[in-house]
């Protein structure tokens, strides 16, 4: 019964491998969000859909394409994985509408070898 | 565009004792504030959040105080417990739906 869901938690590949990370909420919240976390902790909004529709995409290397199947998802596919993009990955939803919190779900660990 | 800081980037407090994160924020359009608690291993939590029509709202143990002239924010714990151990994060909005998040402070309680 978790409200927002991430899989996998842990994923480790090698550069320039092609991988995706699911995301769930079961909310029936209108808006979900994908964050990345680096090493020191710093938290920063990548992609944000409402209802399915893109509404903010942050300076993202192309290589990170969300999809939204429905609203009840959101998923990270990336491509040709570099060193850097080695993070934790934090899919979050909200009601919608910008000062409705946002709940995050437990993260996925990104390791790039 | 928007930063966000936190003034200490660790806090150890006495078990019991009362602790007070700060965070600077440096857009004075933002006009919506959250405390979000990270254990570890685990994604933010919402802890309380205060509008800018507000200068301070209190929750259960926690207040949030808001001074808009020096724009800053404040969160206040009373009675620290060993689970309140995490990393703080203020976050602000402004303009569109983005949240923008400070870098963190870890408070460890010591027992």
């Known amino acids: 019964d978790t409200a927002v869901s991430q899989t996998p938690k842990y994923l480790v590949t090698q550069m320039g491998n092609d991988k995706s990370i699911k995301c769930e909420q079961n909310?029936?919240?209108?808006?979900m969000y994908w964050y990345k976390q680096d090493s020191k902790k710093f938290l920063k909004i990548m992609f944000s859909y409402n209802n399915k529709e893109l509404i903010i995409n942050e300076t993202v290397p192309n290589r990170f394409s969300p999809k939204s199947p429905d609203k009840a998802h959101l998923n990270l596919h990336i491509n040709s994985l570099e060193l850097g993009d080695s993070a934790v990955y934090f899919c979050a939803s909200s009601h919608s509408g910008r000062t409705d919190t946002q709940y995050f779900g437990p993260g996925t660990r990104l390791t790039v070898l | 565009g928007e930063s966000v800081g936190l003034h200490l980037p660790t806090l150890s407090v006495q078990e019991g004792d009362n602790s007070i994160i700060n965070c600077a924020y440096s857009?004075?359009?933002?006009?919506?504030f959250i405390w979000y608690k990270q254990e570890s291993g685990k994604g933010p939590q919402f802890i309380i959040d205060i509008r800018s029509n507000m200068d301070k709202r209190q929750g259960q143990r926690v207040t949030v105080l808001l001074n808009k002239t020096v724009k800053h924010l404040s969160l206040q714990i009373a009675a620290t417990q060993p689970g309140d151990s995490a990393v703080y994060f203020c976050?602000?909005?402004?303009?569109?739906?983005?949240?923008?998040f400070g870098t963190g402070t870890r408070l460890t309680i010591i027992p």
């Open positions: 909310l029936g919240h209108d808006t």
């Open positions: 976050a602000t909005h402004f303009g569109n739906e983005k949240l923008t």
């Open positions: 857009n004075s359009a933002s006009d919506y």
